[in-house]
Nanobody
């Protein structure tokens, strides 16, 4: 099973940018489609973005489309989420996950522990 560790979260002002990273170990990241999800306090975990194994296909939640970019470097076993034009409503714990190309959490079998992103308005 692949082990995932997120990093790059923090506190940023509205309109700012952050780049999240998700480092994998244990198995080759190229075996999986990857996803980013987020969970705000009192809310359910929600889909943010997903990328296919070869990075040829990407999908985004409408709420982040045009602002966030998912990418991957299979040689480095790392997936990224570039977040621009951040809004207060983007505040959440962000999780990366390994699975199949999907927007549904149940299609991802391995999860990281998350990294906190806080956007101040």
């Amino acid at each position: 099973q692949v082990r995932l560790v997120e990093s790059g979260g923090g506190l940023v002002q509205a309109g700012g940018s952050l780049r999240l990273s998700c480092a994998a170990s244990g198995r080759a990241l190229s075996s999986y489609a990857m996803g980013w999800f987020r969970q705000a306090p009192g809310k359910e975990r929600e889909f943010v973005a997903t990328i296919s194994r070869s990075a040829g296909t990407k999908n985004y939640a409408d709420s982040v489309k045009g602002r966030f970019t998912i990418s991957r470097d299979n040689a480095k076993n790392t997936v990224y989420l570039q977040m621009n034009s951040l809004k207060a409503e983007d505040t959440a714990v962000y999780f990366c996950a390994a699975g199949v190309f999907s927007s549904r959490p149940n299609d991802f079998g391995s999860w990281g522990r998350g990294t906190q992103v806080t956007v101040s308005s």
